[in-house]
């Protein structure tokens, strides 16, 4: 398990963005980043989920639609981690594969592109 406070993880996820290519985040669509501290009680290890209409799956009528949601779990991420370096990589990992799920990507995908 990692310690970590809640700001110091936000500015880690924060991290995480500005590492993926500006690019790729010019084509984000209507998206907010949160953090929370656990995942819903249901999926106590889920890392991070994403919450919204892929970019694959909007029609025409989608427009004016409320921002899609992607949050990463603070909880989860520590204490599966051994230290802050693979704290590091997991939320990185963790941001990119919401993000994919954003562009329509599944996690069988994800997998076979070892972001899994």
């Known amino acids: ?3 970590m406070g809640t700001q110091e993880f936000e500015e880690a996820v924060g991290d995480a ?3 993926v290519p500006a690019e790729l985040m010019a ?3 209507n ?3 949160l953090v929370e501290d656990e995942p819903p009680a249901e999926d106590p290890d889920l890392l991070g989920v994403y919450d919204g209409t892929p970019l694959t ?3 025409d009528g989608w427009a004016g ?3 899609d949601r992607i949050t990463i779990f603070r909880g989860p991420l520590t204490r599966m981690c051994e230290d802050r370096d693979e704290l590091l990589d997991e939320i990185a990992v963790t941001v990119v594969h919401e993000i994919a799920h ?3 990507i599944d996690d069988a995908r994800l ?4 972001w899994g």
């Open 102 to 104: 954003h562009f329509g």
């Open 1 to 3: 398990m990692v310690e």
């Open 31 to 33: 998206v907010v980043f």
């Open 17 to 19: 963005l500005d590492e």
């Open 111 to 114: 997998h076979a592109l070892g």
């Open 57 to 59: 799956e909007r029609g």
């Open 27 to 29: 084509l984000l669509d």
């Open 65 to 67: 639609a409320l921002p």
